[in-house]
């Protein structure tokens, strides 16, 4: 029985293991992360490696939901930014022996593979939510929606000073451009605006000279907020001269007038998508499912497009 509930049952017939499996989930029985760890040399902890980018309370939901998720299994999640070089990072995995490491895009694939060889599970494989394609969804829906106001044909992609938004910023401008070349639109320029109102309008006002309806996609709801503010200053209408969308679908967003249109990732299902992987690996079961199923990407609708 151990065997196959520590994904070691692959000699026993289908039958068999499937019964076991059956057995266990009625009992509740889980392998004992403590009775492991003394077996294998790790720990219960899960290691979860974040980007050094700003966080905002989606990416914390999911944080949460995967953190509740494993704890029903004796599991317990330390949060580590990775601001350090990948050998570093390395270097703490080993001294702390973590069960799996969950790698949001930070360590390189020849780190991984190292990892791995050390016996440390390491995911998302099947999820994949900080990858080029998931920028990419987020930043063509922004695009689709934008382009539904007919009467824009002229876009800007709102980008953030904040070095550390560079990981996310460049791929969603990839899957901007990409949709905005499929609907036969000129490449949208890239602006990187400061989240002051005075930088913000000297990094917009030559853009905002030309009356023709401008579309502006965000790369965040802050971003789109400081938009909007130069609009004003500008005396700029929203939506009619400038349709504005930002992503994350924030409480402020919705608080301001006139309330924003944004993108919202469902950071629930990321949080879940996450633990079920994880946890299928720690167990050596299989587990598959298509990105665009796993993290539903949606509109927010508000008044600003």
């Known amino acids: ?16 293991r499937d019964r076991v499996r059956a057995a266990a989930a009625q009992l509740r029985y889980y392998p004992s992360p403590a009775g492991r760890s003394l077996v294998t040399g790790r720990s219960s902890t899960v290691l979860l490696l974040v980007p050094s980018v700003p966080v905002g309370l989606g990416v914390q939901e999911s944080i949460d939901e995967l953190s509740d998720h494993i704890a029903r299994r004796g599991l317990h999640l330390v949060v580590q930014f990775a601001r350090n070089h990948p ?28 990892v791995r060889a050390s016996g440390v599970v390491v995911v998302p494989e099947a999820l994949v939510i900080r990858s080029e394609e998931f920028q990419h969804l987020i930043g063509r829906a922004m695009i689709q929606r934008l382009v539904k106001r007919r009467t824009v044909r002229r876009f800007l992609y709102a980008a953030s000073t904040d070095v550390r938004s560079y990981l996310y910023d460049t791929d969603r401008y990839a899957g901007l451009r990409e949709a905005a070349a499929e609907f036969g639109l000129e490449d949208p320029v890239r602006v990187d605006i400061p989240l002051d109102l005075a930088g913000a309008v000297r990094a917009l006002r030559s853009h905002l000279i030309d009356h023709e309806p401008l579309g502006v ?8 907020l400081a938009v909007m503010a130069v609009c004003r200053e500008l005396r700029r209408g929203v939506p009619d001269d400038v349709a504005v969308i930002g992503v994350d679908a924030t409480a402020e967003g919705q608080l301001v007038s006139p309330r924003l249109t944004s993108i919202r990732t469902d950071q629930h299902a990321i949080g879940e998508g996450l633990a079920a992987e ?4 720690i167990d050596g079961v299989h587990f598959s499912v298509p990105v665009r199923d796993a993290v539903p990407v949606s509109v927010v609708e508000g008044e600003t497009v």
């Open 87 to 114: 050998t570093v990072i390395l270097d703490d995995i080993a001294r702390s022996s973590p069960v799996a490491v969950v790698d949001l895009g930070v360590l390189p694939s020849e780190t991984r593979e190292a």
């Open 278 to 281: 994880l946890l299928a690996a």
């Open 217 to 224: 996609a965000c790369c965040t709801d802050v971003v789109a």
């Open 1 to 16: 029985m151990s065997e196959i509930l520590n994904g070691r049952g692959a000699r026993f017939p289908t039958e068999t």
